[in-house]
Every structure is written in structure tokens, then in C-alpha cells.
């Protein structure tokens, strides 16, 4: 085709708060990460530093104490969870048991069944998941009462046979924000993701109504490399080296060095 010139839109804002100075109180997110592996920890803290309160969390997990989500989490910001993993957080669990807080969990990867396919424009689908359990048979403590009694729980899903086989109806995700973290990504929103960050950054990224990625590295990308394409992102941050290389651990296991004559094994 001639005479048509394509149009390439700079997604790249100057910083965390730029990129978060329209969301209000009561919104919802999804947010990438597996564990503290990549984390949006640049976003996540200028979330925290705006203020809003009462926001639902899609995330594999919220974060641990003092750490990621958790850091909303301990603030009280955070009015709804869904995720499908609760962890070492303490103060999440004792949200939940005390009441201060909603969480819906649900299979790990029916979660990220769910978020692709609300990024997707795919409404619900089928999924042998759950079937035979509370995930479909309901009954899952979504709130607690201040006694630890359960005020809300889930409710039964549907259930259809397809060969021979029961399955439990699942539905989509959609948030309005998305908050992603990836090694490296260009202008236009394209990201790369390294490794374990690969778990739930892109799809958390699909689900969002307005999808912002903190990177590492801003450079040029080869079309082949890309792990997400730029259609999913609206804004881009591009991180200091010193942000980029803060980076935490979940749980660091070290051992002693062996004794001359020992066995390491």
C-alpha cells in the first residue's frame, strides 16, 4: 500500500505519578508478579503515595509483609482481593479473618485463564478446575464477620458436562488499571519479560483497561523478541538504574560453608 504514513504513538510518561494521577478511590488492578518476582514495586509505592483508598488487587498474591502489595495492604488501602495464593503475609490473613477485608480465592491457573481471557474480550469459559471442590460447589469464605464468622461466601457456579467430562463455567477479567513490570520495552509499549517476571506480568497487562509498565531498559526492540505487543500498554515509566536493580527476595535460604574434609552434599 502507498501513500499512507504510520502513525507511532510515544506511550513513555515522565514518571510513576504522572502515569497514576487519574486514579481514584474504589478502583480495581491487576498487578504482575510471581512471589516478589517481578513486581511493580516503582508503581505500587507511587499507588501508595497518591493516597486512594478501597481498590480491588488481581494478583497471583499480595505481596508479603512490608513488601509489594503488602505495602498497600498494611496501610489499609486495599477493600478487595482476588488471588489464588495467600503466602507468609500475616497481615493478610489477619485482615481476613478480622473482616477489614474481601478476597475471593480461586485456581492459580484458572486466575490466569481468567485475566487472558477478559484481555481478550473472551466473557467466561469452561475449566475442569475446581470441579468437585467449594470453587464450584460454593461455600468459600469471601468475608469474615469480627467473631471470624463467615458473613459472605461464594456462590455455586455452573457446571456442564463436555466429554464425558464435568466442568466449571469461569469468567473473565477486566480491571481498570493493570500495573506491570518488564526488563525492557520501547516508546511504543512493547515488553519483554525476564524469566520468572514472565509469570502474570502479561497477562495482568492484557486485562487492564489502561495497562502501565514499568521498565528496566527503554531501548529499540527487534518485532521478534516481543512477549507483549504494545496495544495492551497505554503508559510506559521508564525506571532509574538505581530502581531498576532494586529488586527483593521472597525468602533467602543459605546454608553454611562445608568443613575441610566434609562432605557438601
Do not use: W
Not at 81 to 100: C, H, M, P, W
Not at 165 to 171: A, I, N, P
Not at 174 to 193: E, I, K, M, P, S
Request: proline residues 6%.
Amino acid at each position: 500500500m502507498t501513500g499512507r504514513s504510520v502513525v507511532r504513538r510515544d506511550k513513555v510518561v515522565a514518571d510513576a505519578a504522572e502515569a497514576l494521577a487519574d486514579v481514584r478511590d474504589g478502583a480495581s488492578f491487576a498487578v504482575g508478579g510471581f512471589g516478589l518476582s517481578g513486581i511493580p514495586n516503582v508503581l505500587i509505592q507511587a499507588l501508595y503515595d497518591t493516597g486512594v483508598r478501597g481498590i480491588g488487587v488481581v494478583s497471583n498474591n499480595c505481596g508479603v509483609d512490608g513488601g509489594g502489595l503488602g505495602v498497600l495492604l498494611a496501610a489499609g488501602r486495599i477493600g478487595r482481593v482476588t488471588a489464588s495464593y495467600i503466602g507468609d503475609n500475616k497481615e493478610f490473613a489477619r485482615q481476613y479473618l478480622s473482616g477489614e477485608l474481601e478476597v475471593e480465592l480461586t485456581p492459580q491457573g484458572s486466575l490466569a485463564e481468567r485475566l487472558r481471557a477478559g484481555g481478550c474480550g473472551i466473557p467466561a469459559f469452561y475449566t475442569p478446575a475446581g470441579v468437585g471442590t467449594p470453587v464450584a460447589e460454593g461455600g468459600l469464605p469471601l468475608r469474615h464477620g469480627p467473631d471470624g464468622s463467615v458473613t459472605l461466601a461464594s456462590p455455586p457456579k455452573e457446571v456442564r458436562e463436555f466429554g464425558g467430562r464435568d466442568h466449571v463455567l469461569e469468567y473473565g477479567i477486566t480491571t481498570d488499571f493493570a500495573l506491570v513490570r518488564a526488563a525492557r520495552g520501547d516508546r511504543y509499549g512493547n515488553l519483554v519479560f525476564n524469566k520468572a517476571a514472565a509469570n502474570f506480568n502479561p497477562l495482568a497487562a492484557m486485562a487492564g483497561r489502561i495497562t502501565i509498565a514499568e521498565v528496566e531498559e527503554l531501548t529499540e526492540l527487534d518485532p521478534d523478541e516481543v512477549h507483549l505487543p504494545g496495544v495492551f500498554v497505554q503508559r510506559v515509566v521508564r525506571l532509574t538504574p538505581e530502581q531498576a536493580t532494586d529488586k527483593s527476595v521472597e525468602r533467602r535460604t543459605t546454608s553454611a560453608p562445608a568443613s575441610p574434609g566434609e562432605d557438601a552434599s
